[in-house]
């Protein structure tokens, strides 16, 4: 990712934001914070799509932009001779843009890499979606109480993978162009825009620099935090994190990081398809071998297996750490499990 110089601003009126999304999706695949329900997640673009930038963070991470809940790998066909033939999906040149997405769900994508693209063999499917990908960031101005991505070593306006940094100001929205693919995703929409004057700038410059960030702990020590958990592999605090946990899963289909699936192959002898979608290690089932037996087949197994990924493994393979501080898994858990309170219950000089 080739940066360019941070000083290239520009600015974008409230009153323009929707003719310049329309104009934008004309241009590329457009994914954006979309109010579904009493949610918010990121979907394709839809002139009738309800924009939504207020929610800090939106319910659904962004990471289905490249790693979708369900799709499929390939499609096969078996001819009369037994002979069979792999299918590949379609794949497109087109521009992959997100738009305001949050740093934390940004930084995740990191993690994501980590798993997709930097293993043994790349994923295509990722890959494909990966370099097609143009992100616009926006920042935070109001992080909720459960973030902590300050403590993970973010920030509400961190611009780290971002390619333009979109920040909320009264009358409209500075863009910060920060990379040669942010600069030639918005050169064709110049006119929607104007140049930023002096105290625009200066305001976008004092609330980025100011950030938001709010009294919930220390900077998180990821080297003494690994030790931490790996010494206390076999303490009773886990066991109390497992009486009340409930399997449902949902913690890890709302984290930004988390990348656990399961392969499916759906259809007949004479043709079908290979499908991927998101799975958990949470469930019960999610290890259970053929045989039947299940070597994380208790509960506290589980509970343990999710933390020590975040905090261990991740770490112990030279990966970023597993969370990235965006406080959904604290809002969304049915049974109150705070991951901050595992942090904090192991890394060493924290209350």
């Not at 104009?23 to 394709?44: D, H, K, N, T, Y």
């Not at 521009?95 to 043994?120: E, H, Q, T």
């Not at 469930?283 to 343990?304: L, M």
Request: charged share 25%; proline share 7%; net charge negative.
């Amino acid at each position: 990712m080739t940066r360019t110089n941070t000083s290239d601003s520009r600015f974008l009126l409230r009153d323009d934001l929707t003719a310049f999304l329309s104009a934008l999706s004309e241009r590329c695949e457009l994914w954006i914070p979309q109010a579904v329900g009493e949610g918010v997640r990121f979907l394709p673009y839809r002139e009738e799509a309800l924009l939504n930038l207020d929610q800090t963070p939106p319910d659904h991470p962004a990471k289905s932009i490249l790693f979708p809940n369900t799709e499929t790998l390939f499609r096969y066909e078996r001819t009369e001779d037994g002979a069979i033939t792999l299918i590949p999906q379609e794949t497109t040149n087109q521009p992959l843009a997100l738009f305001g997405a949050r740093s934390c769900d940004i930084r995740a994508f990191d993690a994501l890499d980590a798993v997709f693209l930097k293993r043994s063999a790349p994923d295509t499917s990722y890959r494909q979606r990966r370099n097609r990908l143009v992100i616009i960031g926006f920042g935070c101005l109001d992080p909720a109480a459960t973030c902590f991505c300050e403590r993970m070593g973010g920030g509400p306006f961190d611009e780290a993978g971002m390619d333009i940094q979109m920040i909320p100001l009264p009358e409209g929205y500075l863009f910060r162009t920060l990379t040669d693919r942010g600069k030639a995703l918005i050169a064709p929409l110049a006119s929607f825009f104007k140049e930023a004057d002096p105290v625009t700038a200066s305001q976008a410059e004092a609330l980025r620099r100011k950030g938001a960030p709010h009294p919930d702990g220390a900077a998180v020590d990821f080297a003494a935090l690994k030790a931490a958990v790996e010494a206390g592999r076999e303490e009773p605090f886990w066991e109390s994190l497992a009486a009340v946990c409930l399997g449902c899963g949902i913690c890890t289909f709302a984290c930004p990081v988390c990348s656990c699936f399961s392969l499916v192959d759906e259809g007949a002898l004479k043709g079908g398809r290979r499908i991927r979608h998101w799975d958990a290690c949470m469930f019960s089932v999610f290890t259970r071998e053929a045989s039947g037996h299940n070597p994380r087949g208790a509960a506290v197994d589980r509970v343990k297996q999710r933390f020590f990924h975040k905090f261990f493994y991740s770490l112990e393979n030279g990966e970023p750490p597993g969370c990235v501080g965006c406080g959904r898994c604290v809002t969304q858990c049915p049974t109150c499990i705070d991951i901050r309170e595992v942090i904090d219950h192991f890394q060493p000089g924290e209350g």
